[in-house]
C-alpha cells in the first residue's frame, strides 16, 4: 500500500510538470540584446537584456501579475501593437486587455562626427487630401512644369530609375541620380513601380514617413524637386511609395522622414 502510494504521489507530480510545459514564453522585441519573457498563466511581462560581455542576463518586470493561480496556462496572450514600444495582454477569460508601454533606457548620445550626413529637409509637406482628386495646384500652387530638379540639396547618391511609359508597357532604365533617400536606412529588394496610364512626363519628388520596423506610413508628393503638376503621375508616385520597405533600425525615431523620387519620361 505505501508503495501504491510514492508510485501515486510520483504520477501526480508528473502530470503537474507536464501541465507547466509552455507556460512561459520567450518572445524577441525590436531592441538589440533585449527578449520579453511572458509568463502565460499569470499575465506576468518581463524584460530580459543579455550581456554579450559578461554573459550575465537580467530580468526586469515590466508588467506584474494579474493572477495568483499558476496552473492556467495560456489564460494570458501577449500582442504587439502597431506603435513602437506599446504592447497589449490580452486575458482569454475575462475578455480584458491590458496596455503596456517600454521602451529601455536611452543611453548617453554619442558625439556626432562634423563629417555626419546631413538630415533630410523637406520644405514642402502640405498633406494630401484623402479624395483621390487631387487638385496639384490649388496644394502647390508655386509649382509649375518648367521647374528644375535641384537633388543634390539633400545630398543623395544612390541610383534612381526612369520609368517610361510606351502604349501599356511600363520599362525602366537607370540614370545617375537616385530614387530613395533616408539617412542610415536601405530599402528591401527593390522600389515598388508606379502605375499609370497617360502620356506624360516629369519628376515627383514624394516625402515619406517610416516607421523603425520599415514601413512607408505616410506618403506626399509633391516635395521639393518636383517638375510636374499631373495628378495622375502624383498618385501613381504616392501609391508606388507607400508600398516601399526599409531595413528595420532600433535606434531610428518613431517615424522617421525621407524621399523618392520617381523620374517619368516618354519614349
Known amino acids: 500500500m505505501k508503495r501504491f502510494s510514492v508510485i501515486l504521489l510520483a504520477l501526480l507530480l508528473s502530470l503537474a510538470a507536464s501541465a507547466q510545459v509552455g507556460r512561459f514564453k520567450s518572445i524577441p522585441v525590436l531592441y538589440p540584446g533585449y527578449s520579453f519573457k511572458f509568463d502565460t498563466a499569470t499575465g506576468t511581462l518581463s524584460a530580459v537584456k ?15 501579475k494579474k493572477s495568483n493561480d ?32 517600454w521602451e529601455p533606457k536611452q543611453e548617453e548620445p554619442q558625439k556626432q562626427d562634423d563629417t555626419s550626413e546631413p538630415e533630410i529637409v523637406v520644405k514642402s509637406s502640405t498633406p494630401l487630401p484623402a479624395d483621390e482628386d487631387l487638385d496639384v495646384k490649388s496644394i502647390f500652387p508655386g509649382i ?11 545630398g543623395i ?22 530614387n530613395a533617400h533616408l539617412k542610415g536606412r536601405t530599402v528591401i529588394g527593390s522600389l515598388p513601380k508606379p502605375s499609370y496610364g497617360i502620356q506624360a512626363e516629369g519628376t515627383v519628388v514624394v516625402q515619406i514617413k517610416v516607421d523603425q520596423y520599415g514601413n512607408v506610413t505616410e506618403a506626399i508628393p509633391g516635395a521639393e524637386g518636383t517638375t510636374v503638376t499631373d495628378k495622375e503621375l502624383w498618385k501613381a508616385a504616392r501609391n508606388a511609395a507607400m508600398k516601399a520597405h ?5 535606434d531610428a525615431t518613431a517615424l522617421q522622414t525621407g524621399t523618392i523620387t520617381y523620374v517619368f519620361k516618354l519614349k
Do not use: C, W
Not at 50 to 64: A, H, L, N, R
Not at 75 to 100: A, L, N
Not at 157 to 166: A, F, G, K, P, T
Open 50 to 64: 543579455f550581456d554579450s560581455e559578461s554573459g550575465e542576463t537580467v530580468e526586469e518586470i515590466i508588467s506584474k
Open 70 to 101: 499558476t496552473k492556467q496556462v495560456g489564460r494570458y496572450e501577449f500582442r504587439r501593437t502597431f506603435t513602437p514600444g506599446t504592447y497589449r495582454i490580452f486575458d482569454t477569460s475575462s475578455g480584458k486587455y491590458t496596455t503596456v508601454k
Open 144 to 154: 509649375s512644369k518648367d521647374r528644375i530638379s535641384n537633388n543634390n540639396d539633400v
Open 157 to 178: 547618391n544612390e541610383e534612381s530609375v526612369v520609368y517610361s511609359h510606351q502604349g501599356n508597357i511600363l520599362e525602366s532604365e537607370t540614370v545617375g541620380i537616385a
Open 246 to 250: 526599409f531595413n528595420m533600425k532600433s
